[in-house]
């Protein structure tokens, strides 16, 4: 596979002459005790912190719900390192339905979020990685809560078939994957405490083994019910606090937390002009074996990783800086582990002295199976900033260690770098309790010196898909800026022009110095969050026409700087001229905090209609509102524009068919609104059923076209009869429905089914039609894969399957022209709905799938499609139609170019 980004000529000859395929880390992202990001952590670790606490006050009242549903005796609540806002997740951006991200393991939520901030932070939005080769490597374990999720929604009563696959522990990583369209190895790893250091170690070997591109990895832990049990570890403070290698130590304290980090070889990292935190010079795991005890610490197997690790690496020992240790705070493993560290330097030096050695785990707790990807990201931050953070809760050295005669010392001072002597170095480890051991040395960077020309003129852009986003993104970089005002401009706007998505809700500016940037953020600023807005005056900065919809402001743009006008009016602009640079890390993407989590009360919500309701319509009502998180209901409202899709009318049918047996999902997923679905419910208590419809659109002296419309998910198909065989256009029709047109319109065969595209509602009936008639099929070379991959396309859930035998289907490429039955056809490839789809011309029809409509707004498949590609593919389309055209679309009646609304 092709790196990411092109690469030009010029990089290439550098590639040629040397490849440093060691791998770089090249963008972090974290949500830890008492930080909501990475730079907030390192304050905290600057700071001495430690970040110990009781339980916040929602969750002691999301918890106390569930205990009232228990026999289990409540004792309180841990005391630990609570992260925040466990029950909120912006579902909405996902586009995954509210009752989908309620039963979604709040691990998956958490890491898929984190994950999407560690992309951004390397400069690699989703229009980048979309059906790329990269892996996904979790560290987790269901064993890091007494309570999963999956069981208290049982036990509460909220069991639902979408529940079990999103608690699958499996799926934590495939979601990442799932969501982002990613085709690298993908899997969850669970080593107990170890897990997460282990997974970057797999993720560094699968990069290096060339099986993935790039690499997203880390670890994710929370306590969904932290409540105080009488099952013990043995290893537990009961002074509430963790103080690694210190005299007055009595255990750990647990914690939750979730890390991504992204991982990429140096050389394609260095091509891409990527922001290198660091180098993981080497890594290494190990298993105890057989010793003393299945979960007792092993100074063989630790000092075996160590050395092993230091081995495989290409950096001199002599500037090894600190060791972040497992350092659990426990008597027993913290005099095996600093001895360990003495003997395995021992074997490369006996005369290094005063490497710092310390414990993440004193700052915030024991993170579980995400306590390696803490640690790390410690040792990556460490390494960034050219210091080792002093050591929170020290003051005595514990006794039983020999700290006089060992290589190491606990810093309590922040421990600064010296610029000489060559690069430093540092090393991470993790032990598991399932005596799985990982040790990862990290090396510094040196980045060149990069110019910035005093005066120049750069763009700076800022998107979200919620105004409401955009205005906190903008209040982060105001703060960010003013933090650091020495960052480079050319970079800052490399990284927001070219490395970031562009969504709805724009706007852009220009400036010269770093003041400036600071003042247009204010402006914007005041000016999203203003509730007087007719006096404002948008002066130097651009908006997209849709914030001043929203802000009830008229367009005042007349004239002004062409690039800035081209962004917020959704033109293209190439910043790659216009912003050349290299990627720095900056804030990246608020998500909202949409609550996602079980509670004591419904819904409340407001029909907006003020009619009468039945019983059982109040309750389609209620579903509707619960199944998308509304407070404010229409009947009006479809299920894309509230961000549902096919896979949420399951949902609703599933808790529908509870009070009205007779419905049929066939049917029941024919309907987009609301009042559809109030339609069919009522129609179906009433026994009446919804037949197709049958329409000629088209006659010539041997030709007759029909429409068939009321197709699966209202979708339409065609028939192309001639006397000698008959052609059809997508097959979203079911079986019996289309014999019966078939026999009242005396056709007896059909020799050609053309699929426009693989969605379910256009291939419903193919595999049948073929069984049935021997049609040889039709679909493009590049959608062929989608509409096999019966998951993606929707056919699993309709327990059907796409067409197995190969040798019926005829695949087609862009502008390919194919005479079938005596009539021309020619068939162009439209992407962007989904990657192959098709429109299709014959004589003055065009077929055009779901890619160009009358009415309806055509919209990219959330996992497969992309929105600016589908634009232009609409573009060409329409410029394929004469006036005489007509326009035949996979849903809605036909059109002419005239006539549509688009």
């Known amino acids: 596979m092709e790196n990411i ?79 925040e806002s466990i029950d909120k997740f912006d579902f909405k951006y996902f586009n995954i339905p509210h009752q989908n991200a309620v039963l979604m393991d709040p691990r998956q939520r958490l890491f898929l979020e984190t994950s999407v901030k560690a992309l951004l932070d390397a400069g690699y939005p989703q229009s ?24 208290i929604l049982y036990d509460l009563g909220m069991s639902d078939p979408a529940g079990i696959v999103n608690n699958l522990p499996s799926m934590i990583a495939s979601r990442v994957s799932y969501e982002l369209n990613l085709k690298g190895p993908s899997m969850v790893i669970d080593t107990s405490c170890s897990s997460s250091l282990v997974a970057i170690h797999q993720a560094c070997k699968a990069i290096d083994n060339e099986e993935c591109e790039i690499a997203i990895a880390g670890g994710v832990s929370i306590n969904i019910l932290p409540i105080e049990t009488d099952i013990r570890l043995g290893i537990e403070s009961k002074s509430g606090s963790t103080r690694a290698f210190d005299e007055n130590s009595d255990g750990t304290v647990f914690a939750e937390g979730v890390v991504s980090v992204i991982l990429k070889p140096v050389y394609k990292a260095k091509l891409d002009n990527d922001n ?83 414990s993440v785990k004193n700052n915030i707790g024991h993170a579980l199976s995400a306590s390696g990807s803490v640690g790390f990201l410690k040792g990556v931050l460490s390494m960034t900033h050219r210091v080792f953070p002093r050591n929170a809760n020290f003051s005595t050295p514990n006794k039983k260690i020999d700290f006089n005669n060992s290589p190491v010392y606990v810093n309590t001072e922040n421990d600064f770098f010296d610029l000489e002597n060559g690069n430093k170095t540092g090393l991470v480890s993790s032990y598991g309790m399932s ?76 400036a010269s110095n770093i003041d400036e940037v600071i003042e247009y953020l204010k402006a914007s600023s005041h000016f999203l969050s203003r509730d007087e807005k007719n006096d404002i005056k948008i002066g130097g900065i651009y908006y997209s026409k849709n914030i001043l919809s929203e802000l009830n402001m008229e367009n005042s743009f007349s004239g002004g700087d062409k690039y800035c006008l081209d962004y917020v009016n959704g033109e293209k602009v190439d910043w790659n001229i216009l912003s050349p640079g290299k990627v720095v890390s900056l804030p990246t ?8 989590w079980f509670s004591d009360g419904s819904l ?20 509707w509102a619960e199944t998308f998180g509304l407070t404010e209901v229409s009947l009006k409202q479809d299920i894309y524009s509230v961000g549902g899709d096919s896979l949420s009318l399951i949902s609703m049918f599933n808790e529908l068919k509870k009070e009205v047996k007779s419905l049929e999902l066939e049917d029941f997923i024919e309907n987009e609104t609301l009042l559809d679905i109030l339609e069919y419910v009522r129609n179906t208590k009433k026994h009446i059923s919804k037949s197709s419809i049958v329409n000629m659109i088209f006659k010539t002296d041997d030709m007759v076209v029909y429409q068939l419309q009321n197709g699966v998910n209202n979708s339409n198909a065609y028939l192309i009869n001639k006397k000698d065989g008959c052609i059809m256009i997508d097959a979203g029709i079911k079986i019996e429905n289309l014999k019966e047109i078939l026999l009242e319109l005396s056709i007896n065969s059909i020799d050609y089914l ?11 009936s193919a595999e049948e039609i073929v069984a049935l008639f021997g049609s040889k099929v039709i679909i493009s ?67 055009t799938g779901d890619t160009l409509f009358k009415e309806i707004t055509p919209q990219p498949d959330k996992k497969v499609g992309n929105k600016a590609i589908l634009e232009t593919s609409i573009l060409k389309l329409k410029q394929l139609c004469n006036s005489d055209t007509i326009i035949c679309p996979g849903h809605e009646e036909i059109a002419t170019i005239e006539t549509i609304k688009l």
Not at 134 to 147: L, P, W
Not at 282 to 295: C, K, V, W
Not at 589 to 596: A, D, N, P
Not at 604 to 623: F, S
Request: hydrophobic share 35%.
């Open 5 to 83: 980004f092109d690469l030009n000529s010029e990089k290439n000859d550098f590639q040629k002459e040397f490849k440093d395929k060691r791998v770089a880390v090249v963008g972090v992202a974290a949500k830890l005790p008492d930080a909501t990001n990475h730079r907030i952590f390192w304050g905290n670790l600057i700071n001495g912190i430690e970040s110990i606490s009781v339980l916040g006050d929602e969750r002691q009242e999301d918890a106390q719900y569930v205990m009232s549903k228990f026999t289990h005796r409540n004792n309180g609540f841990q005391k630990m390192g609570f992260i």
């Open 128 to 151: 980048k990685i979309n059906g790329s080769n990269t892996g996904v490597y979790v560290g987790a374990s269901n064993n890091d809560s007494i309570f999963t999720y999956e069981k």
């Open 276 to 358: 290198i935190y660091c180098i993981v010079d080497s890594s290494e795991i190990n298993n105890n074996g057989n010793t003393i005890g299945l979960a007792a610490p092993s100074m063989e197997g630790q000092r075996h990783v160590m050395t092993e690790c230091i081995k495989k690496s290409q950096v001199n020992i002599n500037n090894l800086k600190f060791i972040e240790a497992h350092g659990t705070g426990t008597n027993l493993g913290d005099v095996i582990e600093i001895e360990t560290i003495k003997q395995s330097i021992g074997k490369f030096s006996t005369t290094i002295k005063n490497i710092a050695v310390g």
């Open 435 to 510: 005596g799985t051991n990982c040790n990862i040395l990290l090396a510094e960077y040196n980045h060149p010196n990069d110019e910035c020309k005093i005066g120049k003129v750069h763009y700076f852009t800022f998107s979200a898909k919620t105004i409401n986003s955009l205005k906190n993104l903008i209040e982060e970089y105001i703060d960010f800026i003013q933090e650091d005002k020495e960052i480079n401009l050319q970079n800052l706007s490399y990284t927001l022009n070219n490395r970031r998505d562009h969504y709805e809700f724009k706007i852009v500016f220009k």
């Open 589 to 596: 993407y608020h998500f909202e905090k949409l609550r996602c």
């Open 604 to 623: 409340k919500y407001k029909l907006i209609e003020d009619i009468e309701l039945e019983d059982y319509e109040d309750k389609v009502v209620k579903v």
């Open 754 to 764: 053309i699929l426009t595209h693989g969605h379910f509602d256009h291939i419903f």
């Open 781 to 847: 070379h590049d959608e062929l894969s989608f509409a096999n991959d019966i998951v993606s396309n929707g056919l699993a859930v309709m327990n059907k399957s796409f067409i197995s035998d190969i040798s019926n289907i005829i695949q087609v490429e862009d502008t390919q022209k194919i005479d079938i039955n005596g009539l021309a056809f020619e068939f162009y490839s439209c992407p962007g709905h989904t990657e192959g789809s098709i429109g299709i011309m014959c004589d003055k029809l065009l077929f």
